[in-house]
């Protein structure tokens, strides 16, 4: 599983590398946070458009989860996830 992993990622640009890890790091977090965890500053709307891109690519590759929330965007790790539905099937 690793390898895959690993794979996916060697295969993303260096702009949606950024992108994860800042999802990695702070989740979950919408488009907006995700462009404030990297410093970049302007207007929502445009940044969100800029960011969602980046979410779809990696939403695509399975590397994050999204679930829209009004009209925004909400993104975490697919780790996370993975964790989340062990937890339940544990738990009972």
């Not at 969100?48 to 989860?65: C, D, P, R, T, V």
């Not at 929330?69 to 009972?92: C, S």
């Amino acid at each position: 599983m690793g390898g895959i992993f690993a794979e996916k990622v060697n295969n993303i640009s260096h702009s949606s590398m950024k992108v994860l890890k800042a999802i990695s790091s702070k989740w979950p977090a919408s488009a907006v946070e995700v462009a404030e965890e990297l410093g970049d500053n302007g207007n929502a709307k445009r940044l969100s458009a800029k960011y969602l891109y980046h979410f779809k690519k990696l939403h695509g590759m399975e590397l994050i989860q999204l679930k829209k929330a009004g009209n925004t965007y909400i993104a975490w790790p697919t780790d996370i996830e993975k964790l989340r539905v062990i937890h339940e099937l544990v738990r009972g």
